[in-house]
């Protein structure tokens, strides 16, 4: 089944690019992009990380203008200088990164400059509130109005995006990566919502690197390679046609993962692992037990709110927990200790890559070796050289498009950036690593590099602990499948057992359903 919609096939055009070029210091990063929207469609963009498909959003977003070409709404060029020349175009964008401002309420960030007034002029906080309620019960999320965005999970946050780009009643609405970081369910959600819109006459650029999610919505695909639209075909296209078109190239496995014969012995050994507090510090979790053995790669799934990333922190010493034990090649890790885990060798790649993972105004030398500066110091000087000469091998092994190692984190493309934070803990000499939602809006090319990493990784005797919510990625490339439901562990699957269904089962299990303690997790495994 395609997504085409017959009921507008020749909706009046809203929006037309033609033309379009864009240039930064060092690059060319659009080069006569041409793009068509319809009143009552869904226009995939799809494209590569570094393609142009942000360069482009942002150019109908007001934050970027065109060295070249032009923009026509309804027919009429314009000029879009702001977000408020957007606005009031009728053009909204939900981006991949948040716009949100976390000091503020969920109400106060969906009306943010645009709050209702009372007679007086001043703020009508109780209108506010009711018309934000409104629009959360539209997108499902239950959360008050009156709660601060900084106290919400990155899910969530998506829905709050959302919500305030449903506020605008935009007649284009743009939506990049809107389900990289949600659930099944919450997809579902989001996809009626999408549905509503086109059939209201809304015409909606989707960006998305979930292939499948092109037939189930879209309309039409316009195809950008390196900063150019090389072709439009329908949302109904084959996708391995869709992938050869985007990256150049046909590739043969999209999840490659190469498996040992025989996993060696335990790196980590996680043991009654609880956490009673939650608050800002996120979702408790309790007794939680497993182990993760050199050369082979542990896939840990669960819905938004299990407590997976918060278990994962707490194994690098991000956050500090109740009770329970973390040993690393056989030595226990003091709790809260950073410094202690990466001297272990552990690494973290942070599902938040700006936020956490990176110095975004730092070079990308600085970056990737920010991990081993330590171990570059003698007598209190940094060898620059050496330094230098490592993170031009890794840039080169990772494969990282940039002008140079000078370039500033902040302007690589999502993909780029996740690379360079991958690429830190490979130089810092990494034997764990930990990897939270390590391809969350990448494309398909930039995964299978990823992915070609975590092999040669495991092949040189190192673990991987792999946190995802993108299914087939922890089934295609997991050795075992560790599942988490309320804070708790609730099931180990591995070989033909490990299916999708068999996941979801285990997630939406009541957390009372099972003993969750470190022996009960490994009954059963086959890698004791």
């Not at 969920?106 to 002029?121: C, D, K, M, W, Y």
């Not at 106290?151 to 709050?160: D, N, P, S």
């Not at 996809?191 to 989707?206: D, M, N, T, W």
């Not at 690197?209 to 309309?219: F, K, N, Q, R, V």
């Amino acid at each position: 089944m395609t997504g085409v919609n017959d009921d507008v096939p020749g909706g009046r055009e809203l929006l037309r690019v033609e033309g379009v070029t864009k240039s930064f210091p060092g690059v060319r990063a659009l080069d006569g992009v041409d793009l068509s929207l319809r009143a009552g469609e869904v226009h995939v963009l799809l494209g590569e990380n570094g393609a142009g498909k942000s360069t482009l959003i942002k150019m109908l977003s007001g934050a970027h203008r065109p060295d070249e070409g032009r923009i026509l709404v309804d027919g009429e060029e314009v000029a879009i200088r702001s977000a408020q020349d957007a606005e009031r175009l009728g053009i909204a964008t939900i981006y991949q990164e948040f716009n949100l401002v976390p000091g503020l309420t969920v109400a106060e960030n969906i009306f943010l400059g645009r709050q209702p007034r009372t007679s007086l002029g001043l703020i009508d906080k109780r209108a506010m509130r009711a018309r934000a309620a409104e629009l959360l019960r539209r997108v499902r999320l239950d959360v008050s109005p009156t709660t601060p965005v900084a106290e919400l999970g990155i899910a969530r946050l998506q829905m709050v995006e959302i919500a305030k780009a449903l506020s605008l009643d935009a007649r284009v609405l743009i939506m990049d990566e809107p389900t990289a970081v949600l659930t099944s369910e919450e997809v579902a959600t989001l996809f009626g919502i999408v549905r509503e819109l086109r059939a209201s006459g809304v015409g909606i650029i989707f960006i998305t690197h979930h292939l499948e999610e092109i037939a189930a919505l879209g309309d039409r695909v316009t195809v950008l390679r390196d900063g150019r639209s090389v072709t439009e075909v329908p949302a109904g296209t084959d996708e391995d046609e869709l992938i050869r078109l985007m990256v150049g190239r046909d590739i043969a496995e999209q999840y490659p993962r190469q498996r040992p014969e025989r996993p060696g012995a335990p790196l980590l050994r996680v043991r009654g692992l609880t956490r009673d507090g939650g608050g800002r510090q996120g979702a408790a979790f309790r007794d939680v037990g497993f182990e993760v053995r050199a050369g082979e790669v542990v896939g840990l799934a669960g819905l938004v709110g299990a407590g997976r990333t918060e278990v994962a922190r707490a194994l690098f010493g991000v956050d500090r927990y109740d009770a329970g034990t973390v040993e690393v090649d056989g030595r226990v890790l003091p709790r809260g200790d950073v410094r202690a885990a990466m001297r272990a060798g552990v690494g973290l790649v942070p599902e938040d890559r700006k936020g956490q993972g990176l110095l975004l105004d730092a070079s990308l030398r600085d970056n990737l070796t920010l991990a081993r500066l330590e171990r570059d110091t003698r007598g209190g000087l940094v060898d620059r050289r050496g330094q230098r000469r490592a993170a031009a091998e890794v840039a080169a092994r990772l494969k990282v498009r940039m002008s140079g190692l000078e370039q500033s984190a902040r302007t690589l493309s999502g993909g780029n950036q996740q690379k360079i934070v991958i690429g830190k803990w490979l130089l810092a000499g990494t034997r764990l690593l930990i990897l939270d939602e390590p391809t969350r809006g990448i494309d398909v090319g930039a995964k299978v590099e990823i992915y070609r990493v975590v092999n040669e990784l495991t092949a040189a005797g190192c673990a991987v602990l792999m946190i995802s919510s993108d299914l087939p990625e922890v089934l295609g490339m997991s050795d075992r499948v560790l599942v988490m439901a309320q804070g708790r562990l609730v099931g180990e699957l591995s070989g033909d057992a490990a299916t999708q269904d068999a996941v979801m089962e285990l997630a939406v299990r009541p957390a009372t359903d099972t003993k969750n303690t470190y022996e009960s997790a490994m009954e059963g495994s086959d890698v004791g």
